[in-house]
């Protein structure tokens, strides 16, 4: 119910903003209906909305917003499968973040990139993306990214206990702040976590998780740091 609230008001938003040619607030409102549509599942009509908004956003010329749309896209379309051009927005809006000192969309855009490339099993790009979206995320305290660049990390490779460890210390922050991995990352996860496992053993795996899941935030980003490994 309250889905459809917010969607009948971003809908009324929407059509006061186009009746007065208001593109600031018709971007927003179709970024609001674009982020409904994804959470639905309905990735192919939130790459439209999220299209949509980006038209508008380039034509008011503001590029920390053109960054936002072009990440909200890169993720709709890595969501559909869509790989190769979810990259390239990714890059885009990446150089957009940069410019403008947006470093909370600069750590998302590098972490998507990160699973994009385990995706093409390019692990060591992988590694190196996850490493950069920890260290951006430990100067904004952003614990999501934290918890996404830890669980990515795990999945890059190298120590299979470490792994594990990164990968419940992960987990277990995911569910303190009650978010769950978009569908990309289950699907790579479902993909890559077995590996882990029987590197380890089944037993094994379980035990090291769980205590990955007893670290504090700081030794679990001291244990994925480079100087950790």
Do not use: C, Y
């Not at 403008?100 to 600069?106: F, L, M, N, Q």
């Not at 430990?138 to 206990?161: H, M």
């Amino acid at each position: 119910r309250a889905q459809d609230d917010a969607e009948e008001l971003a809908e009324k938003s929407l059509e006061r903003a186009r009746a007065t040619g208001d593109k600031l607030t018709a971007s927003g409102a179709l970024n609001v209906l674009a982020e409904l549509a994804s959470a639905r599942g309905d990735d192919a009509r939130a790459k439209e909305l999220f299209d949509e908004g980006l038209s508008l956003r380039r034509e008011l010329g503001d590029q920390r917003l053109i960054a936002n749309s072009l990440l909200n896209l890169a993720r709709a379309e890595l969501r559909s499968g869509k790989v190769e051009r979810g990259n390239r927005l990714l890059e885009q809006g990446l150089g957009l973040a940069r410019q403008v000192g947006d470093t909370w969309a600069a750590s998302v855009a590098v972490l998507n990139l990160g699973w994009a490339a385990l995706h093409d099993g390019e692990h060591e790009r992988a590694h190196e993306a996850f490493e950069e979206a920890l260290a951006i995320a430990q100067i904004r305290g952003d614990k999501r990214v934290t918890a996404e660049s830890l669980q990515g990390l795990a999945l890059a490779g190298g120590d299979p206990s470490r792994g594990a460890r990164l990968w419940g210390a992960g987990a277990a922050l995911l569910e303190e702040l009650g978010v769950a991995p978009s569908s990309f990352e289950r699907a790579l996860a479902e993909k890559l976590l077995p590996g882990l496992q029987n590197e380890l053993g089944a037993d094994a795996f379980a035990a090291t998780e769980a205590l990955g899941r007893t670290l504090t935030l700081e030794d679990a980003v001291a244990e994925a740091s480079p100087a950790g490994t």
